[in-house]
């Protein structure tokens, strides 16, 4: 969920059963279960997958056009994608066997610091998975974090993010403690190595305790735990909530592992909040902005403001909250006005059109043309109203959102 200033990370959702199925009706609901998932889960902005087997062009194309994507990184083994406008996804590294992707999320705003983002899908094979764990150590992200690092290395490290299946149970390795601290790092078992680093060096989020996580892997009468999401310390302050979710085993047999982070913005606000124009014509509107207004600044608890007590910023920004309610409450008012004396006008207007109501010798009652005019004037503020509505609708779901335009496309066909 990415509301200016939160973002929602999926992890684990296996998709290798979107490559082998040929069956729309376990392809479509997985999808679907993904970009939009049941209220009151938000929705996903950045999603890490494992297991894609996105080895053809013609497969990418086929899931960017599925997962509508804004921005994207494939290989056969994973898959990093953006479901949000307003994240960008700027490619690092792929390892050689593709089993890795690291990258860089930001937002095209600039609304919170760059940070980095890594998913891996680790081998099956110990043979294989203790070579892929040695090669992961040996990037330069990880240097900082190794026992034998340079003193003059950078004591701050980049926000990291380390997402996927790691192919491990956590409650079967032992870390070092601290009387055996010399034998880290052990040879010939980067696995362990990488695991304790992780621990060392970074929180998890998803599951409880790593001695006793949560089950993420269930094929038949087996379980076990394979999936985690690593978070470097200095997201710490950001993080806000993470969830487990058990998915359709005809669609995956992973969970679907999710945290949120909420990121602070010295330069940003929280977005744009649109306020009906035609209030601004409006002489009572008018009168009651400058009306609350005045009794604003004049407010006893406004007044340490004023004085210099906090910034100029936080005052506009209350200032900007109060006429934000002001509009919203005078605008239900006029609505509901509006509405009730339409419909009054309508029963009048009924009424003086019977013969017995209009005077001898007038072919029309005087106060006819008069009540038409209220009428046509009311009918037009409901329906400029309502304009501004469909078109920031448009504007916000139309040529961005294909589901939309269908649904659109079906309705006037349908007419």
């Given amino acids: 969920m990415y509301t200016e200033d939160s973002i929602l990370f999926s992890s684990?959702?296996?998709?290798?059963?979107?490559?082998?199925?040929?069956?729309?009706?376990?392809?479509?609901?997985?999808?679907?279960?993904?970009?939009?998932?049941?209220?009151?889960?938000?929705?996903?902005?950045?999603?890490?997958?494992?297991e894609t087997h996105a080895s053809t062009p013609e497969i990418i194309t086929s899931f960017n056009l599925k997962f509508q994507s804004k921005s994207q990184i494939w290989t056969k083994h994973c898959g990093i994608i953006s479901l949000n406008s307003s994240l960008r996804i700027e490619h690092i590294f792929t390892s050689a066997d593709e089993r890795l992707i690291h990258c860089r999320i930001s937002h095209i705003d600039l609304a919170f610091p760059s940070f980095n983002l890594i998913t891996i899908y680790a081998p099956a094979s110990s043979t294989l998975r203790h070579q892929f764990y040695a090669e992961l150590l040996s990037l330069p992200i990880f240097a900082p974090f190794l026992p034998d690092a340079d003193?003059?290395?950078s004591p701050t490290h980049p926000p990291l993010i380390i997402t996927g299946d790691f192919n491990y149970n956590s409650s079967r390795i032992s870390l070092p403690t601290s009387?055996?601290?010399?034998?880290?790092?052990?040879?010939?078992?980067?696995?362990?190595?990488?695991h304790s680093l992780l621990c060392t060096h970074f929180y998890k989020y998803t599951h409880p305790s790593l001695d006793h996580p949560?089950?993420?892997f269930r094929r038949g009468t087996s379980s076990s735990t394979l999936d985690y999401i690593f978070t470097s310390p200095s997201l710490y302050s950001s993080f806000s909530s993470s969830t487990v979710e058990f998915l359709n085993s005809q669609w995956t047999d992973h969970a679907l592992l999710t945290s949120t982070f909420q990121f602070d913005s010295e330069s940003h606000g929280r977005g744009l909040w649109k306020g009906n124009p035609h209030l601004a014509s409006n002489p009572y509107f008018i009168k009651a902005f400058?009306?609350?207004?005045?009794?604003?600044?004049?407010?006893?608890?406004?007044?340490?403001?004023?004085g210099g007590a906090s910034s100029t910023q936080q005052l506009w920004d209350d200032l900007k909250i109060?006429?934000?309610?002001?509009?919203?409450?005078?605008?239900?008012?006029?609505?509901?006005?509006r509405h009730k004396q339409l419909d009054k006008l309508q029963r009048k207007r009924n009424?003086?059109?019977?013969?017995?109501?209009?005077?001898?010798?007038?072919?029309?009652?005087?106060?006819?043309?008069?009540v038409e005019h209220q009428i046509r004037i009311l009918q037009n503020e409901i329906a400029q109203n309502e304009n501004l509505k469909s078109s920031r609708h448009w504007r916000e779901n139309g040529e961005t959102n294909a589901g939309y335009l269908k649904s659109t496309f079906d309705t006037e066909r349908s007419q």
């Avoid at 082998?20 to 890490?48: A, E, G, M, N, Q």
């Avoid at 400058?290 to 004023?306: A, G, I, M, Q, V």
């Avoid at 109060?322 to 006005?337: A, Q, Y």
Wanted: hydrophobic share 25%; net charge positive; with cysteine.
């Fill in 290 to 306: 400058h009306d609350s207004s005045r009794n604003y600044c004049t407010e006893p608890y406004t007044l340490p403001y004023l």
């Fill in 214 to 216: 949560l089950i993420t």
């Fill in 351 to 370: 009424r003086i059109m019977l013969p017995s109501s209009i005077p001898l010798g007038l072919t029309t009652h005087p106060k006819l043309t008069t």
């Fill in 12 to 50: 684990s959702g296996h998709s290798g059963s979107l490559v082998k199925s040929s069956s729309t009706s376990v392809i479509s609901p997985f999808i679907r279960h993904l970009k939009t998932p049941p209220s009151p889960s938000p929705k996903l902005d950045i999603l890490t997958l494992q």
């Fill in 322 to 337: 109060e006429i934000k309610r002001l509009m919203r409450s005078f605008s239900r008012r006029e609505s509901t006005w």
């Fill in 179 to 194: 009387n055996d601290q010399s034998s880290y790092p052990l040879k010939n078992n980067s696995q362990r190595n990488c």
């Fill in 151 to 153: 003193p003059e290395l």
